[in-house]
Structures are given as structure tokens and as C-alpha cells.
């Protein structure tokens, strides 16, 4: 442990509402950094102001969470701090800076357990798993866009939506307004946006699917939820080995799993205070067509459930909500579970 005097901090940017920067914090009290080593951000999507050219500066495509970091050369007090903006592989990133064999210092006395695969056959697994909650069209911020199949959920999905597309829009609107001397692709990502956002609220607007747009749309939502979305949960309640995704330790996995799950269960009308049966259910309800997943694992009597006195079977994701939900990590993040 080395002293806080004349160390630069890291700095994450980060939404609160998303679900890889859930998994960037979840990952760096996991790994034990000190309160006093990473500074915190918050970059409001709902206002647009991952479009504010400040931002993207950091992170040329708007993307969150951003990691900015002091340069390993540049750590001591005497040499004048530089810094690099990352916003890939941060949970990897975060991983690797903070170790017994770390030589950049920490601030923080906390244990440092690695989150990486110990074995190739483990890391193959992790590649696989962390994929599919990155696959197209079932991101939590894409799925919550695209959350009705219905006029009524289209109505319903409205009244939430449309302020935070109309402040989006605002803030895209003021960025191609203050423009000069900002580059052709920066106006381009702009104009593409404000376009995408237009389109939408649209849609929206109109509180019934009629028209080619809004039809297109509703093809697209039905395919996220009724499709793809299943079709990755199968994959990882499969996959995972319970109870967490690679056995009895948390790895890099568990931490992109749980984060992209608790949004899901989330947008469903759940909750973290849903035990895992329940917050399954949740989803699986919300999904409809009669969509369950398999309950296949065999519990022991401690980890099955409160109350509960003999071993059962549960689908995989549901044993995972529960043992992810009473680590450290997920109290100190998501507090009272809302």
C-alpha cells in the first residue's frame, strides 16, 4: 500500500442507468480499489451529455463507461501526470492493474482477487458467455427503446420515454447549433443521432402501431424479446456452471452477466429485493409465449433458499441472482435493491 499524497486518480465516467457501467463499479469493488483512487462522473444519458463534445473528447463514439487513467510512467509525484481514455475491456483493464504482482500502486489494504480465468478452457468459456449478453438487440438500453409489443405498452412505454428523448434531442440540437470548428464526422455522428432519435419519438408519439416505421419497429421488438433475448438466456443457463458463471468464484463473467441482468429484471417491473426464483420469473413472465427456462440445477438446502429444506432443482440464472445479490459489491451498489 502506498501513500495517497501525489498519486493520480483514475477517473470513471459512467451513466447510472447503464448496465456496463454497472459492471465497471461492480468490478472495481470486487477487485478492493480504495474510495480515494477512482474519481466518478456521471455522464447523463438522458440529457444527451454523452453527445457533448467535453465527452467526446474521452470517448470518440459516445460510448459508456469511459476509464481515464494515469500512465504507468508518469505515477510518481515528481513527473507531470499523463493520462489515456479506455473504453474497452475495462473490467479486464481494472482486473489486471490491481494484483499481487501490481506495480502501480494502490492506496487501498482490501484483498485483490483476480477475476481472470485460471485455465484456457475457462477462458474460452468467459469469452462465450460475456458475448452473448453483448449480443445485438438484447443490451438492457436497447431492449428498454424497444419495450412494447403493443398499443397499450407502446402508450405506456410513451409516457416514460419521451422526456428523455425530447432532452436527447435538445442536446443534439445545441451541439450542431455550436458546431464550429468541430470535424465532419463529429457533425455526422450528430446529425445520424438526432435522426434515430426523431424517428422514435415518432413513433411513440403516435401511441399506436400504424405506419412502416412503427411497424418496422414492432417487428424488431418482437424479435428482440420473443427471440434473441431468449435464445441468449437458453445459452448462458446452459453454459454457466453455477453458482456462478465458472463455478464457486466470481470471474470478469459474473460481473457482466449480473449487471446486464439486474437491467433486464428491472425493465420487467422486478427488482434486486426479488429473490432469483422470482426475478426469473419476471422475466420470463414479461417475455410471454410461454417462455421458461430450464431448472436443472440441483441446490443443497443452503443455497437453495430461505426456508427451504431439501435440494431442488432451479434454473441456473435464478441460483446466480441469489448468490450475486449477497455479495459486497452488489449491497454497497444497488443499496436498497429498487
Not at 76 to 92: C, N
Not at 139 to 146: D, F, N
Request: hydrophobic letters at 40%; charged letters at 25%; glycine letters at 6%.
Amino acid at each position: 500500500m502506498v501513500s495517497q499524497a501525489g498519486i493520480p486518480k483514475a477517473v470513471l465516467y459512467y451513466d447510472p442507468s447503464s448496465a456496463t457501467s454497472y459492471a465497471a463499479r461492480l468490478a472495481i469493488v470486487e477487485k478492493g480499489y480504495g474510495d480515494d483512487e477512482i474519481d466518478y462522473k456521471i455522464v447523463d444519458s438522458t440529457k444527451g451529455e454523452e453527445f457533448y463534445p467535453s465527452f467526446l473528447r474521452i470517448s470518440p463514439k459516445g460510448n459508456l463507461p469511459a476509464l481515464v487513467v494515469p500512465l504507468q510512467k508518469t505515477l510518481s509525484p515528481e513527473v507531470e501526470s499523463r493520462y489515456k481514455a479506455i473504453t474497452d475491456a475495462i473490467i479486464e483493464f481494472l482486473d489486471k492493474s490491481r494484483s499481487t504482482t501490481s506495480r502501480t500502486g494502490t492506496t487501498s489494504s482490501a484483498p485483490a482477487p483476480s477475476l481472470s480465468p485460471a485455465t484456457v478452457s475457462f477462458s474460452s468459456v468467459t469469452a462465450k458467455l460475456v458475448e452473448e449478453v453483448y449480443t445485438e438487440g438484447v443490451s438492457p438500453e436497447s431492449l428498454k427503446l424497444y419495450n412494447a409489443r403493443d398499443d397499450a405498452s407502446l402508450k405506456a412505454l410513451a409516457s416514460s420515454l419521451l422526456p428523455t428523448l425530447k432532452g436527447r434531442q435538445a442536446a443534439l440540437d445545441a451541439c450542431l447549433e455550436d458546431s464550429d470548428g468541430i470535424s465532419e464526422k463529429t457533425k455526422t455522428f450528430w446529425r445520424d443521432n438526432k435522426t434515430a432519435t426523431e424517428k422514435l419519438e415518432k413513433i411513440l408519439s403516435a401511441g399506436s402501431f400504424s405506419g412502416s416505421d412503427a411497424e418496422e419497429y414492432l417487428a424488431y421488438a418482437k424479435k428482440s424479446w420473443e427471440v434473441t433475448l431468449p435464445t441468449v438466456l437458453i445459452t448462458l443457463n446452459k453454459d454457466m456452471t453455477g453458482p456462478f458463471a465458472l463455478g464457486d468464484q466470481i470471474s470478469v463473467a459474473d460481473v457482466h452477466i449480473f449487471a446486464w441482468l439486474v437491467q433486464l429484471v428491472r425493465l420487467c417491473g422486478g427488482s434486486l429485493n426479488l429473490d432469483g426464483d422470482a426475478a426469473i420469473k419476471e422475466l420470463e413472465k414479461h417475455i410471454g409465449a410461454g417462455f421458461v427456462l430450464p431448472e436443472d440445477f440441483l441446490t443443497s438446502p443452503m443455497v437453495a433458499g430461505v426456508g427451504s429444506e431439501q435440494p431442488r432443482l432451479r434454473s441456473r440464472l435464478a441460483v446466480f441472482w441469489d448468490a450475486m445479490k449477497e455479495r459486497p459489491s452488489s449491497k454497497r451498489l444497488y443499496g436498497s435493491g429498487n
